[in-house]
């Protein structure tokens, strides 16, 4: 991941809040405060957009996963497309309550969905009664809004990546619960101690949203090619290793042919000599 202040400059990642509400724990990535804005300093952002690019990508590695989450309306369709770019699970539209805490639960809740789905996709929904049909896809309408990124998931995720720590205060209180480090564009109203890798940065903006977030999706991606790398150099370590086993195997096997031929040689030559003497 390669950027400068001079690139987030013109993506307005700069542009913090009314100074009025300004969290003073931010101060130590304040540039400063001019017409009552907060300026934020892009060469800090940079710093810790890297780190974080780091990180990221030794989790995705070593084979996690890291969850995307952007509920607020500027970035819903950046974080869906930015998710779906390097297949990560995404959610866009509604957190539920206990999606980390209490996954048992909320993965249920995904198993009867695609149920539902199956039963529309065989056209047994549309046997049914019509208020019962109506109930189902009413069901189905409010699981999707839920479910919409989280079709493929069997497991909790290894990190998450937040763009509002206030406006998803609730994913991010269940991660820290959980213990799953989290990732978070940051603005100048919040308090950048409540996640592990802070990044300051305008969260009101789509194109600022956007910029930071394709930086991250950088190392993500550099994970990605790790791991594959990683599981082709296992497949053919176990190759090698299952040629090693088989090749004494076949050896041995073909000794103890030639030995068995060689005993049954010997043991015919003998009996045909006894048949002679006896003829004789």
Not at 89 to 115: A, M
Not at 175 to 183: N, T
């Amino acid at each position: 991941m390669r950027t400068s202040a001079q690139e987030l400059f013109e993506a307005g990642v700069h542009i913090g809040h009314q100074r009025k509400r300004w969290n003073p724990k931010t101060r130590p990535y304040i540039f400063d405060h001019r017409n009552g804005i907060t300026i934020i300093n892009l060469v800090k952002t940079c710093e810790q957009i890297e780190k974080a690019c780091e990180v990221a990508k030794n989790i995705v590695a070593g084979g996690g996963d890291v969850w995307f989450v952007g509920t607020k309306i500027q970035a819903r369709d950046v974080t869906r497309e930015g998710a779906i770019s390097v297949d990560m699970p995404f959610c866009i539209n509604r957190w539920l309550g206990g999606t980390l805490t209490n996954f048992q639960t909320i993965e249920r809740s995904l198993n009867k969905y695609k149920k539902f789905l199956t039963l529309e996709e065989s056209g047994e929904i549309a046997k049914m009664y019509k208020k019962e049909a109506a109930a189902i896809r009413r069901k189905m309408n409010r699981m999707h809004n839920s479910f919409e990124g989280f079709m493929q998931i069997e497991e909790p995720p290894e990190a998450l990546f937040v763009t509002d720590i206030m406006h998803e205060h609730i994913a991010v209180a269940e991660a820290k619960k959980v213990g799953i480090p989290v990732f978070a564009i940051v603005d100048t109203n919040s308090d950048p101690t409540l996640v592990d890798y802070p990044v300051m940065c305008n969260d009101d903006s789509a194109k600022a949203i956007r910029m930071i977030l394709g930086l991250f999706l950088e190392g993500i991606q550099e994970g990605i090619v790790i791991r594959g790398e990683r599981k082709s150099s296992r497949k053919k370590l176990l190759s090698t290793d299952d040629m090693v086993k088989i090749v004494p195997e076949v050896a041995m096997s073909k000794e103890i042919v030639d030995e068995i031929s060689t005993n049954l040689s010997a043991e015919t030559l003998n009996a045909g000599n006894e048949e002679q003497l006896k003829g004789g």
